[in-house]
């Protein structure tokens, strides 16, 4: 955020307690990990799907991606 020029430090906007790097802010935030617990929870009980909440999940938004190259068929 500080190299946006959007703050004038490089905490994380959300918790203001650690460096906001992208993993952080999208992925090891603690005001985030909860949001991406229900979202892979609600994916798995609508698709009968066993996915895992991993960095590569939330940072790249591959849920659709996931989803889309898994062996059930939806």
């Given at each position: 955020?500080?190299?946006?020029?959007?703050?004038?430090?490089?905490?994380?906007?959300?918790?203001?307690?650690?460096?906001?790097?992208?993993?952080?802010?999208?992925?090891?935030?603690?005001?985030?990990?909860?949001?991406?617990?229900?979202?892979?929870h609600f994916v798995n009980n609508i698709?009968?799907?066993?996915?895992?909440?991993?960095?590569?999940?939330?940072?790249?938004?591959?849920?659709?991606?996931?989803?889309?190259?898994?062996?059930k068929t939806i």
């Amino acid at each position: 955020m500080a190299r946006l020029k959007i703050r004038n430090d490089d905490l994380c906007w959300r918790c203001n307690t650690d460096i906001g790097t992208m993993v952080h802010m999208l992925y090891e935030c603690d005001k985030v990990k909860e949001l991406w617990e229900k979202i892979v929870h609600f994916v798995n009980n609508i698709f009968s799907l066993t996915l895992h909440k991993n960095p590569a999940l939330s940072s790249s938004c591959s849920v659709c991606f996931s989803l889309l190259t898994t062996s059930k068929t939806i």
